[in-house]
C-alpha cells in the first residue's frame, strides 16, 4: 500500500521534528530532544492511515479466531486487574478490534461498549457478538462527559497521530475516580540492543506504529492531563500464530513477568509489553 507521508513536530512537546535513532527500510523514527520521545517522521498522513486499517485486521473466521486466542490471555490480565478495583460499571474499550474485550466484560457484567475504526471488525462486533460498537476514532465519537466507570486501549496510543488528544478524550468521558487501562508496546530497549550488535530486525510495526513509549513517557503525559495514581504492570503476554513469534512471546513475557514480581513489582524489563493503569482524579 502507498501512503502519503508527512513531516510532523514531535507529537507530545510540538518543539522539534527530532533526531535520527533507528531506520526500518524507508522508515526512520527519531527522538526529540526537547523531552526525548521517539517517533516515526516523517508519518503516514491520517487519511492514509485510516484506509490502512480497512484492511489491518484479518478478515476471515479462521484468522480472526486465532487473532482471539492470541490477545486472550493479555485480555484476561486485564479484566482481573480491572475488577482488583471495580466489579462492574460502564466500560468503554477504545481501538477495540473485533470486540473481544468489552465482550468478556460483559460477560463479568459490565455494560461494555467499543469504539472501531475498521468497518469488518467492527461488522463482526456488532453482528457475530452483538456489541454496541461506536465509529472511531475517540475524538470523532462525540461522547459525553464522565460517562464511563473503565476505558481500556491495547495496543492503541503507539498507532495513534495525537497520543495526547487521544489521552484528554479519555480523560474527559471517565467519571471521577474512573480507571484508565493502557496496553502498549515498548520496543527501544530491545532496538538499542539489537543496535549495539549490528543486528539487523524489523521489530517495529512500521508504519502502523508511529511512536514508542516508556513507562516514564506515558506517566508524564497522563499526569499531565489529570490522571494520578498510575501503576505500572507487566503480565501475560500474547500468542501469535508464528512459532517464532509465539515462542519469543512467552520467553520473554514470562521472565519479564518472573523478574517483576521478584522485584516486589518494581522493575519492568526492558522490550516487553507494558500495561498502565491509571485514575481520573475524584472530583473535590
Ligand atoms: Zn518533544
Given at each position: ?32 530532544p526537547?523531552?526525548q ?124 497521530s495525537h ?16 480507571l ?9 530497549p ?8 549490528g ?80 485514575f ?5
Amino acid at each position: 500500500m502507498d501512503f502519503e507521508m508527512e513531516e510532523v513536530d514531535c507529537p507530545i512537546c510540538e518543539g522539534s521534528r527530532g533526531d535520527p535513532l533507528h531506520r526500518e527500510g524507508s522508515f526512520q523514527m527519531v527522538r526529540c530532544p526537547s523531552c526525548q520521545f521517539i517517533f516515526l517522521n516523517p508519518r503516514p498522513t491520517i487519511d492514509s492511515l485510516l484506509r490502512f486499517y480497512q484492511e489491518y485486521l484479518p478478515e476471515e473466521e479462521p484468522s480472526i479466531e486465532s487473532w482471539k486466542k492470541m490477545m486472550e490471555p493479555v485480555f484476561r490480565r486485564a479484566a482481573n486487574l480491572i475488577s482488583q478495583h471495580r466489579g462492574n460499571g460502564r466500560l468503554l474499550d477504545v481501538g477495540t478490534g473485533f470486540g473481544f474485550f468489552p465482550f468478556e466484560m460483559k460477560k463479568r457484567g459490565w455494560e461494555a461498549a467499543g469504539i472501531e475504526i475498521s468497518q469488518r471488525a467492527m461488522d463482526y462486533a456488532r453482528d457475530v457478538l452483538g456489541m454496541t460498537i461506536f465509529p472511531g476514532p475517540l475524538e470523532k465519537a462525540a461522547l459525553p462527559d464522565n460517562d464511563f466507570d473503565a476505558v481500556t486501549g491495547f495496543y492503541v496510543v503507539e498507532h495513534l497521530s495525537h497520543p495526547m488528544a487521544f489521552l484528554r478524550e479519555c480523560h474527559r468521558i471517565l467519571r471521577p475516580g474512573g480507571l484508565l487501562v493502557l496496553r502498549y508496546s515498548h520496543t527501544i530497549p530491545i532496538k538499542n540492543f539489537l543496535r549495539f550488535f549490528g543486528i539487523k530486525n524489523r521489530l517495529y510495526d512500521l508504519p502502523a506504529h508511529l511512536s514508542d513509549f516508556s513507562p516514564r513517557m506515558i506517566q508524564q503525559c497522563l499526569e499531565r492531563i489529570g490522571f494520578e495514581k498510575c501503576q505500572h504492570s507487566i503480565g501475560g503476554y500474547t500468542l501469535p500464530v508464528d512459532l517464532g513469534k509465539r515462542t519469543s512471546s512467552i520467553l520473554f513475557g514470562s521472565f519479564g513477568e518472573a523478574l517483576y514480581y521478584l522485584s516486589g513489582k518494581k522493575f519492568l524489563f526492558p522490550g516487553v509489553s507494558k500495561t498502565v493503569l491509571a485514575f481520573k482524579e475524584e472530583r473535590i
